[in-house]
């Protein structure tokens, strides 16, 4: 195990968590405006008589601005993550060839 630790560097890991959780988020950002039109659709359906037609219409919305908002979400925080981070020079790419 001590082996990997010095394989993977801090930076990496740090990545891939803020990965990880980037990930989780943005599939409740798409799942949450889908259900929350479904059980509005639902609930004024119920109250109006017009059932499936509203809930159809709001489920339908949500599935179409919840992978947008999660789109422009996600771009502002990657770029907001870059912004903070320095440029890392490849190794060796301070070397000429040939000496």
Known sequence: ?????????????????????LASQAGIGIAGP???GLALGYWMDL????LP????????LGALVGPIVVYRWVTTAVRQRLAGREPVEAEGEDEVPGD
Not at 1 to 21: E, H, L, N, P
Not at 47 to 50: A, N, P, S
Request: charged share 15%; aromatic share 14%.
């Open 53 to 60: 037609w509203i809930t159809l219409a709001l489920t339908f």
């Open 1 to 21: 195990m001590a082996k990997w630790r010095s394989f993977i560097k801090q930076q990496d890991v740090q990545d891939m968590t803020y990965g990880c959780a």
């Open 34 to 36: 889908v259900l929350i």
């Open 47 to 50: 109250r109006l008589g017009t």
